[in-house]
T-cell receptor, first 117, second 108 residues
Framework: GAVVSQHPSRVICKSGTSVKIECRSL??????MFWYRQFPKQSLMLMAT?????????EQGVEKDKFLINHASLTLSTLTVTSAHPEDSSFYICSARGQAGAYNEQFFGPGTRLTVL | GQNIDQPTEMTATEGAIVQINCTYQ??????LFWYQQHAGEAPTFLSYNVLDGLEEKGRFSSFLSRSKGYSYLLLKELQMKDSASYLC?????????FGTGTLLAVQP
C-alpha cells in the first residue's frame, strides 16, 4: 500500500513552454501533498505544500506564478512549470501524506526529470 | 530557523558498520526521519524517531537525542547495495525539512 505515482517520469521541453507534472496517490487519500525540487548532488528542497481544495503554501523564494500547483482531489495534485527556462531543469519529486502510514509519514513519488532546452 | 547538517560524503567497507550523524535546529520539531535515496530515484523511508533513544530495524538503527539536537543512522553488515544518499529530515509543524544528505560509498 501507500503508492504514489508521478507522470511523466521524464520530459524535455523548449524554453518558454509550460510543463505539467501529475502526482497521484494510488491507494490512499492524500490530505496533503508536497512538491520538492532536487538539483544534482543536492538534497530535496521543499517548494510548496498543498492541501486538497485550498491554495498551496509556497516556501520562501519559490515563485507561485511560475510554479502553479493544483490539488483538486484527495488523490491528485499537479505542478505546472510555466514559461520554463533552462535553470528550471531539475528533478521534481512529489510526496503525499494521508492516513496510510504510521506517524503520518510522507510517501514519495518516483520523480520527474525535467530538461529545458 | 530550520537547519539540518550532515556530512557530505562517507566511505565504508562491505561488511563493516557505519554511523551517519545529523544535527538539527528546527522550530516546531515533531520527529526525525531518515530516508535512503539511490541516484535518480525517489527517497524511501527508513526510520522515524520522535522520542529519545535507539530504534532498531534489522540492519538499520536510528538514534535521537532531542536535548542535543542530534541523531544518527547506524548501518550494520554493510552491503554494496547500501551505496546511496541518506537523508535526515526533521518534522517541523506540517512539513519535512531535509538535510543536505550524506552520500555513502560502500567499497569491496
Amino acid at each position: 500500500g501507500a503508492v504514489v505515482s508521478q507522470h511523466p517520469s521524464r520530459v524535455i521541453c523548449k524554453s518558454g513552454t509550460s510543463v505539467k507534472i501529475e502526482c497521484r496517490s494510488l491507494d490512499f487519500q492524500a490530505t496533503t501533498m508536497f512538491w520538492y525540487r532536487q538539483f544534482p548532488k543536492q538534497s530535496l528542497m521543499l517548494m510548496a505544500t498543498s492541501n486538497e481544495g485550498s491554495k498551496a503554501t509556497y516556501e520562501q523564494g519559490v515563485e507561485k506564478d511560475k510554479f502553479l500547483i493544483n490539488h483538486a482531489s484527495l488523490t491528485l495534485s499537479t505542478l505546472t512549470v510555466t514559461s520554463a527556462h533552462p535553470e528550471d531543469s531539475s528533478f521534481y519529486i512529489c510526496s503525499a501524506r494521508g492516513q496510510a502510514g504510521a506517524y503520518n509519514e510522507q510517501f514519495f513519488g518516483p520523480g520527474t526529470r525535467l530538461t529545458v532546452l | 530557523g530550520q537547519n539540518i547538517d550532515q556530512p557530505t560524503e562517507m566511505t565504508a567497507t562491505e561488511g563493516a558498520i557505519v554511523q551517519i550523524n545529523c544535527t538539527y535546529q528546527t522550530s516546531g520539531f515533531n520527529g526525525l526521519f531518515w530516508y535512503q535515496q539511490h541516484a535518480g530515484e525517489a527517497p524511501t523511508f527508513l526510520s522515524y524517531n520522535v522520542l529519545d533513544g535507539l530504534e532498531e530495524k534489522g540492519r538499520f538503527s536510528s538514534f535521537l537525542s532531542r536535548s542535543k539536537g542530534y541523531s544518527y543512522l547506524l548501518l550494520k553488515e554493510l552491503q554494496m547495495k547500501d551505496s546511496a544518499s541518506y537523508l535526515c529530515a526533521g518534522g517541523a509543524t506540517n512539513k519535512l525539512i531535509f538535510g543536505t544528505g550524506t552520500l555513502l560509498a560502500v567499497q569491496p
